[in-house]
C-alpha cells in the first residue's frame, strides 16, 4: 500500500494504489478493502503504535531505485535503534555494512520507503510503515536530537541516518506470523553487533564467492 494511486490521480478517497483498486473492484472486495482503510490505516504512529516500535529490535526495509527496481533488506539494533522523533517522524542509523549501499542508494534516486516490523516473540503482530526517506549526516541529526546516544549500537557509530515521514501505518495481520522464541544466556550476550569478522558475518554460506572463482 502507498500512495502512488492518488498521485497519478486515482481515487483520492482512498489510501493506496490505482493496481490494487482495481483489483479490489475485479475481485469483489472493495467494500473490505474500505472498511480495513477506514479502520486501521493512520498517517500517523499513535500511542500504541509508538510503544510497539520502541520495543522492537528489528524491521525489514523496502526501496525502489527512480527505475522502480526494488530492494529488501534486514536492520537490526537494540531496543530503540528505530528511534521515534515523533508521531510522524523516525530516524535510523545506517553504517557502511558492506559496502554497497543499495538501500541508502534507492532513497537517494526515490524517497519513497517502506519499513515492516513482526514481533515473533510476544504480540505475534506486525506494523506496516510507510514514507517518505531522506539520508542525513550524522552530525546535522545529532545537532537536530542531541538526545540520540552516541552508539546506537555497541562500538558502532552511525556514518549516516535516515529520517523518515510517515505517511501511513497500518496493522499487519497476525494469523500467520510463527512464534520465535530469543535466544538467551551467552549466545544472547555474543550479539555480534557491528563486526567485521567475515566469518562471523555469515562468509561464503551460499557458495556465490566459490563460485565466481570457478567462472
Known amino acids: 500500500m502507498d500512495h502512488n494511486g492518488a498521485a497519478a490521480?486515482?481515487?483520492?478517497?482512498?489510501?493506496?494504489?490505482?493496481?490494487?483498486?482495481?483489483?479490489?473492484?475485479?475481485?469483489?472486495?472493495?467494500?473490505?478493502?474500505?472498511?480495513?482503510?477506514?479502520?486501521?490505516?493512520?498517517?500517523?504512529?499513535n500511542d500504541r503504535m509508538r510503544e510497539f516500535v520502541a520495543a522492537q529490535e528489528m524491521f525489514f526495509?523496502?526501496?525502489?531505485?527512480?527505475?522502480?527496481?526494488?530492494?529488501?533488506?534486514?536492520?537490526?539494533?537494540?531496543p530503540?535503534?528505530?528511534?521515534?522523533?515523533?508521531?510522524?517522524?523516525?530516524?535510523?542509523?545506517?553504517?557502511?555494512?558492506?559496502?554497497?549501499?543499495?538501500?541508502?542508494?534507492?532513497?537517494?534516486e526515490n524517497p519513497h520507503a517502506a519499513l515492516l516490523l513482526i514481533d515473533f516473540e510476544r504480540a505475534r503482530i506486525g506494523l506496516h510503515i510507510n514514507g517518505r526517506a531522506r539520508i542525513v549526516p550524522d552530525a546535522e541529526m545529532r545537532a537536530r536530537h542531541p538526545e540520540l546516544p552516541e552508539e546506537t549500537v555497541p562500538g558502532r557509530r552511525a556514518q549516516v541516518w535516515v529520517r523518515l515521514e510517515v505517511e501511513e501505518a497500518y496493522i499487519h495481520c497476525a494469523k500467520h506470523i510463527p512464534r520465535l522464541a530469543k535466544v538467551e544466556g551467552r549466545a544472547a550476550r555474543e550479539r555480534d553487533w557491528g563486526t567485521d569478522d567475515y566469518r562471523r558475518k555469515g562468509g561464503d554460506f551460499f557458495g556465490a564467492a566459490r563460485e565466481a572463482e570457478q567462472r
Open 9 to 45: 490521480g486515482g481515487d483520492r478517497r482512498l489510501p493506496g494504489s490505482d493496481g490494487e483498486h482495481a483489483l479490489q473492484l475485479r475481485l469483489g472486495t472493495r467494500e473490505r478493502a474500505e472498511r480495513f482503510y477506514d479502520e486501521q490505516v493512520l498517517d500517523y504512529l
Open 61 to 78: 526495509l523496502a526501496t525502489s531505485d527512480r527505475y522502480g527496481e526494488c530492494d529488501n533488506s534486514f536492520r537490526a539494533g537494540p
Open 80 to 108: 530503540g535503534f528505530l528511534h521515534i522523533v515523533d508521531e510522524r517522524t523516525l530516524v535510523f542509523p545506517e553504517y557502511r555494512g558492506n559496502g554497497v549501499h543499495a538501500s541508502l542508494g534507492n532513497i537517494a
